[in-house]
């Protein structure tokens, strides 16, 4: 117990002192001017990283691997589309015509239409399957990921400067108004989502035994994906796709706090979330003074996370 604890207070002492240390870095005399900026990116942070972690979290339980998340199921794939057809149609004219708020709503919606057709549609008699789901978002992002490589192709230089510009993780041309729907959208999907966290606790020991508790699992699971969705969508519209983040978190959790409490975990994912991404962004600004993004930077060390997981599974074996 004493050191658990001690893990929860030292948890938390990195949250709030890399939030700080975000915040408050060589600040100056023009506080009043990079504050509000700072703390905007800061909010966008924590809204991405609880977002990421939720999702990623429920996504591991409900599919039982520890070592996908919901970026499988090709939402990034459909972003990457969606903005590379946008930018295909307008040109050099595109964030002059469709505004940054038009563009978050037409990425948000485009991913849930995604979504809606494969969890109704394909599912619509009711027999789900969500190992057939998983082989079906892997395949319809593959084709999504190649039909963006096409138009990719015919574009213009500047064009596909313009498309990778607003495909790299950014939380520096995050807006007030963004931020307000992205909080509002999420906010909306965890109020729903609360009293169901408790009911993940029996679906990780299986569907079979998760059916004999009385659970309705098939309905439940249609619950969750929809609400992934939700969080998927959001977090990925605001800053674009961070492909390793989920994996990084949640591990990380199950490493230091080994519970099958989903209420609980869901808390310790999201701050391990937020000090990942406090870090990184810091190091963007400080130390690699914006040559780099925060993507590339997660996503290395996310990498490297990944094939350390994958060698550990194979030695248990």
Known sequence: MKTKNLKLYILLLLFIGSGLLFLGYSIGSHYEYILPKRLIRLTTMILVAVAVAYSS?????????RIL???????????ILIQTIIIYIYGDVTFRTITETNNFFIAIGGMLLFSIILYFILFRKGKQNIYLLLLI?????????KVSQFFQIILDPNEFSMLETNLFVSFNKMNTDLLVIGT??????????????KYLDVIALGKEHAINLGLDYEKLIRFYMMIICVL?????????????????VTNICYELFPTNKHQKTVWYCSAIGCIILFLGQFLVEHVFNFSTTTSIIINFIGGIYFIYLILKSTQKK
């Open 184 to 197: 509002i959208l999420t906010s909306v999907a965890l109020l729903l989502l609360h009293p169901f966290l």
């Open 69 to 79: 998340t919901p970026a499988i199921m090709g939402y990034e794939s459909v972003f």
């Open 232 to 248: 998927v969508s959001v977090s990925t519209a605001l800053v674009g796709p961070i492909a390793f983040l989920g994996i990084m």
């Open 137 to 145: 978002g892997i395949v319809l992002g593959t084709l999504f990921e």
């Open 57 to 65: 979290l429920i996504f591991q339980t409900i599919t039982n691997n």
